[in-house]
């Protein structure tokens, strides 16, 4: 080859090699500019589905029980009322009623079911409480803090103790319909083979202990062996499994839905 000739092709090449390389890069970019998009895009979608999500978990009392704030058809069943989360101002149940209490309609067959299972085994389960209107709440939140202040305490201290044993209106499962008040409301229940038989079954008809021994520091009350809750099965039986109190089982689940396990968290 003359050096002539080895020039032109040297530039060639040269020009050739250019050429790729301007395209590889042109290439990448774009490949990395779509994969930036479409991150941007996932995590869009990541944020709306976590608002989604944690609109029943957080204290946000509007939201807690209007029909748009899921579109989970059984968000019901974890609706959560405690110390720190209030129920919803335009909170509305149907209500049923069994042994003479009312409960919210759509527990009653499981609840019936559960009584029944349980007199089949020769064990009584009676109704002490069911469902209280805020009212009611607030007439029991009084009347412990009017025992209080008769007993010499300030009208704050009052209610500070009140609040130990009773709830403030607003602040009651009981003002769900989801939650039960099991034979005399007594501490001795959870020596009774009623008691024993309910730790075994009660998930099966979709109940759960809400205020179990070891949970006080999440849920905010002491132990209350009569208190149950209804959750619906599905919910309870994950509940008994993982051994998780109802705000436990609410993050879980919302962590569930984020796509990040509880476990590596
Ligand atoms: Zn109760």
């Given amino acids: 080859m003359k050096p002539s000739s080895l020039k ?19 290439f990448s970019s774009i490949a990395a500019l779509s994969w930036a998009l479409g991150i941007q895009q996932e995590v869009k979608q990541n944020t709306e589905r976590e608002t989604t999500v944690q609109a029943p978990v957080q204290s946000s009392p509007s939201s807690m029980h209007s029909s748009s704030a899921s579109d989970d058809s059984e ?42 299972a349980a007199e089949a085994k020769g064990l009584t389960l009676t109704l002490s409480s069911g469902y209280r209107s805020k009212e009611r709440q607030a007439m029991l939140f009084e009347n ?45 229940f959870a020596d009774t083979e009623a008691y024993r038989w309910l730790q075994r079954h009660a ?48 993050s879980y689940c919302s962590l569930q839905k984020q796509h990040v396990s509880p476990l590596e968290s």
């Fill in 203 to 250: 998930y099966e008809y979709g109940f759960v202990l809400r205020y179990p021994e070891g949970k006080e520091e999440i849920t905010g009350i002491r132990f209350e062996p009569w208190h149950f809750r209804y959750v619906g099965k599905e919910h309870a039986r994950k509940m008994r499994l993982l051994n998780l109190c109802l705000e436990e089982y609410i």
């Fill in 144 to 188: 412990a803090a009017q025992e209080n202040r008769s007993l010499g305490m300030n009208p704050v201290m009052a209610e500070e103790v009140a609040e130990q044993s009773v709830a403030r209106a607003g602040h009651s499962e009981h003002e769900t319909g989801l939650a039960i008040d099991l034979n005399g409301v007594l501490e001795t």
């Fill in 8 to 26: 032109i092709a040297k530039r060639i090449l040269f020009l050739s090699l250019t050429t790729i390389g301007i395209a590889c890069l042109l």
């Fill in 75 to 116: 968000d019901w069943q974890l609706v959560l009322v405690n110390g720190q989360t209030k129920i919803s101002d335009s909170f509305s149940v149907e209500l049923e009623t069994i042994q003479g209490v009312q409960v919210d309609a759509r527990i009653l067959s499981d609840l019936q079911a559960m009584i029944e």
